[in-house]
């Protein structure tokens, strides 16, 4: 794949002219010719066997401050929901593009992860001197082994990585393009949280920043005959100044023109409740795409906002007493007895949206109705 990815659909003149400048502008990272490659094998492989692919976005997304990059600007995210996810949709039968942050939770893997249960809690030697892993816990560890080598053996999940910003948007673009050919059979499921601002090429400083003023060059303002603009990110005086610019706003682009027949999830973050169901409602009426999936920032580990534009609102909520332990332990009621072992929320919400599709390509998406 030489120099930028184009639309195969001929259906360019619907794409907002921000997008087109965003891919005109800014630079096509290195590792998508890999990437298309890769994704373009996987989905052809699972065309044949008419099995659905999900493409599963998770963790944050970084904006780097220089070209050479030091210092760039994070995310939270450590993309919990999208792993979890991502095992709940090989489960329901999907192949699964894994778009992830790198160093971020995978699926299988998760369960061992350095901030949760590290692996070698759960080894031991035997009497020979082996590395094994201990009784109490072969019967989990041989459960989660065995979904992972399954996956590995029928080739239905696809790890991609991405840092930042730019690299997510340039690899989701082309994610899309390659999925055109299975209809209405692809699926994303945007889990990731994607910055909102970011420094475009033309304005980003080459080198590291000098944070002492004896160090760091001076920046034409724009005024002194060249008219060099300054970079983004600069020292000026003791102070360090950042100007950025919006992230264009690419999933109506996604849901129109670059996977016009794929099922389309995306979600909403907030964390004040009263607006929660009117910003998801809006969002579905902007982008017009079948599901946008609310949730609330300190109970998001436990309950979901459904909206969508055939089934309305609804709630999808795991029983107090089979809830996953959070951090914080807001919203939990700490006494509550426990029923039954926890039930991680992915569980109830990847079942529902696999229906969804289900429905959709049983009796056809009417936003692509003639």
Not at 323 to 331: E, L, M, N, Q, V
Not at 348 to 357: G, R, S
Not at 360 to 368: E, L, Q, S, V
């Given at each position: 794949m030489n120099g930028h990815a184009t639309v195969s659909n001929g259906a360019s003149d619907k794409i907002p002219a921000e997008s087109m400048d965003y891919f005109a502008t800014n630079p096509q990272p290195p590792t998508l010719r890999f990437h298309s490659a890769a994704a373009k094998a996987f989905i052809e492989?699972?065309?044949?066997?008419?099995?659905?692919?999900?493409?599963?976005?998770?963790?944050?997304?970084?904006?780097?401050?220089?070209?050479?990059?030091?210092?760039?600007?994070?995310?939270?995210?450590?993309?919990?929901?999208?792993?979890?996810?991502?095992?709940?949709?090989?489960?329901?039968?999907?192949?699964?593009?894994?778009?992830?942050?790198?160093?971020?939770?995978?699926?299988?893997?998760?369960?061992?992860?350095?901030?949760?249960?590290?692996?070698?809690?759960?080894?031991?030697?035997?009497?020979?001197?082996?590395?094994?892993?201990?009784?109490?816990y072969q019967k989990q560890m041989s459960s989660v082994l065995d979904r992972y080598r399954t996956a590995k053996k029928e080739n239905t999940l696809l790890l991609l990585s991405f840092t930042s910003v730019n690299e997510y948007l340039w690899t989701l673009r082309e994610l899309a393009i390659q999925i055109q050919p299975l209809g209405a059979n692809g699926l994303f499921y945007l889990a990731a949280a994607v910055s909102d601002f970011f420094v475009p090429a033309e304005r980003m400083a080459e080198h590291k920043i000098q944070s002492s003023e004896d160090f760091n060059p001076s920046h034409p303002d724009g005024e002194d005959g060249e008219g060099e603009e300054a970079p983004a990110a600069r020292m000026e005086g003791k102070k360090l100044v950042i100007d950025l610019d919006p992230v264009p706003k690419f999933l109506k682009t996604l849901v129109d023109t670059w996977a016009p027949h794929s099922m389309i999830i995306s979600f909403k973050l907030e964390t004040d409740p009263s607006l929660l169901a009117t910003k998801a409602r809006y969002a579905l009426e902007k982008y017009s795409h079948q599901l946008v999936i609310g949730n609330l920032l300190n109970t998001r580990k436990w309950e979901v906002l459904f909206v969508s534009a055939k089934e309305g609102e609804r709630w999808i909520r795991v029983p107090a007493g089979?809830?996953?332990?959070?951090?914080?332990?807001?919203?939990?009621?700490?006494?509550?007895?426990?029923?039954?072992?926890?039930?991680?929320?992915?569980?109830?919400?990847?079942?529902?949206?696999?229906?969804?599709?289900?429905?959709?390509?049983?009796?056809?998406?009417?936003?692509?109705?003639?």
């Open positions: 492989q699972h065309a044949r066997e008419n099995r659905r692919v999900a493409i599963v976005t998770s963790g944050g997304t970084t904006v780097p401050l220089e070209n050479q990059t030091v210092r760039f600007i994070d995310n939270f995210s450590a993309g919990t929901r999208g792993a979890t996810s991502a095992e709940y949709f090989l489960e329901a039968g999907y192949a699964v593009i894994f778009l992830h942050r790198q160093f971020s939770l995978l699926p299988y893997s998760r369960h061992y992860s350095h901030s949760t249960n590290c692996f070698l809690d759960f080894m031991t030697h035997n009497d020979a001197g082996a590395v094994v892993v201990e009784n109490e089979r809830r996953t332990k959070s951090h914080t332990g807001f919203g939990e009621d700490m006494n509550a007895a426990h029923s039954g072992p926890a039930i991680e929320i992915e569980s109830l919400i990847v079942p529902a949206v696999a229906k969804m599709h289900a429905d959709m390509i049983a009796n056809g998406d009417p936003r692509h109705a003639a």
